[in-house]
Nanobody, 120 residues
């Protein structure tokens, strides 16, 4: 499975942005997908995840209520809609895919990352 993350950019605090993760080379609906982020000088952290049919989602406390993860299996794409962005959300956002919903941190498949910068 190959993953391509896209949609990052420079926004102002309070703005919204949607990043996408598009997959190729596998049966997409078999995979759970997670979003992770890594800010400069910090470790990578979990942001959100969604299972293969989209029926289960989970969020980090820091983004709960502001971010929404969704997927369109017909388009082999998972989305992360980010509302009310804060400067602390500035990071490179990575998507990862795994057959396991609970082990995405150890996923075998990762996208290349897309940079989100939030100015104050």
């Amino acid at each position: 499975v190959q993953l391509q993350a896209s949609g990052g950019g420079l926004v102002q605090a309070g703005d919204s942005l949607r990043v996408s993760c598009t997959a190729s080379g596998g049966t997409f609906r078999w995979y759970s997908v997670g979003w992770f982020r890594q800010a400069p000088g910090k470790e990578r952290e979990f942001v959100a995840r969604i299972n293969g049919n989209g029926g289960m989602t989970d969020y980090a406390d820091s983004v709960k209520g502001r971010f929404t993860i969704s997927r369109d299996n017909g388009k082999n794409t998972v989305y992360l809609k980010m509302n009310n962005l804060k400067p602390d959300d500035t990071a490179v956002y990575y998507c990862a895919a795994s057959p396991s919903y609970t082990a995405l941190e150890r996923a075998a498949y990762w996208g290349q990352g897309t940079l989100v910068t939030v100015s104050s």
